[in-house]
């Protein structure tokens, strides 16, 4: 067991650690090339007796743990959305964890409490929300959308199910593409998922939004309870963008919670272009993005915004003894904003991240990315071998190999065979989608250090194909 003071020896040795792994990544597979199972065999079956030195267990990780990760921070990862860090996030996350302060209260740590309100005003102002919007961290889309999808729910039973149980006949409504979140979060929230209703999507995968209408009014005739509209922005599989106003419109008729997911795509709301899908949306109830996903600020930092806070604590507040404090009331208790307890002080790597890149710094790296995707579908469609599958959105491209012939089988089996040998290689990584039953392979620019020689390297391995 090491002493505190140790820490600048070995502290030392693993920022050489860390500072080699980030130098020397482009050298590893991105995608872990492990078995199943490799990396389960050579830890041992029963936990030391006897503790060992640092020094052999920074050996270990080196020979048996490297080969297991897969390097979620390496240039030519372009699968699913990245979890994409930076420097200044990764330095910050390293203090926090030194600080190591549990930060469900405000007086469990003044600090983590204010900076986060700032912070989340920061983010807030940054995509365009309204003024009135609050936020708070939460970790992932996920459990934003669920809290969302819980406010919604005690909203529309007048604050009744968290006592009496959940009435039957709620109804929530995404579209067809939205991601699985939602019907997990309508599935724990009790709703039940058969009450999840997914609306077709248009040509461009969007929200039908006409259907959306028809959908709520047969529902209500037949006497069951509509309660929430999740909205896609940008959703998983192709970046498809459900038109903010139109849906707004009918939640605001219709008085009906408002959420929208936009968990990768919101970060592109910081650039003028974007602007204008959100700017005049009104009655937004409650908003999520990732900046984890594509604004440089490690997992887990998901931003999520509330228009009514007193809804949002009085659907999770409770209030034993032992958390009661002299400032309750005064100031934010982000324990009440949310599920658990427990939380992180994530709001010093929003701090980092902002200070150090500007709002301009983080604007040109975005449009970087959104240039390098358009360079990578000029690169990929001018040799007759692939085709662009849906239009390309932002920094997100999907496409297949130029079909040869008329059977989906066959096809899906091409470009499934296409995918495995590429990331078997493991100099980039690639994922891929189904949509009208049609395999799709992603690609993905928003790694933070991504440049140009990268995306040339994705190109030359898939036109390094031959099959
Ligand atoms: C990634 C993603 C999610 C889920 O994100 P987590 O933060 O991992 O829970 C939800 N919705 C969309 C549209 C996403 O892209």
Redesign the pocket.
Known sequence: MLKRNDYFDIGQKVNNWIQNYLENIESLPVRSQVKPGDIYGKLDATAPIEGEPFDKILADLNEHILPGITHWQHPNFHAY?PANASVESMMAENIVSAIGSQCMLWETSPVAAEMEQRMMEWLRDAIGLPKEMEGVIQD????A?LVAILCAREKATNFKSKTDGVPPGLRVYASKDT?S?IDKAVAIAGIGTKNMVHIPVDENRAMDVIALQKAITKDKEQGLQPIAVVA?F???STLALDDLHAIAKVCNEEKIWFHI?A??AGSALILEEYKHLITGVEGIDSFVF?PH?WLFMQFDC?AYFVRDVDTLIRSFEILPEYLKTKNRGIVNDYRDWGIQLGRRFRALKIWFVFRSYGLEGMKTRLREHIRLREYFDQQICGTGKYQLATPSQMSVSTFTLVPKTMDLDIENERNIKLLHHVNDRGKIYLTKTKINGKIILRMVISQTYVAKRHIDLAVEELHEYYE
């Open positions: 959305f992932t889309a996920s459990t959308t991601h979140s896609t940008g959703s998983t997911d968990a990768y990732n996903k998901s």
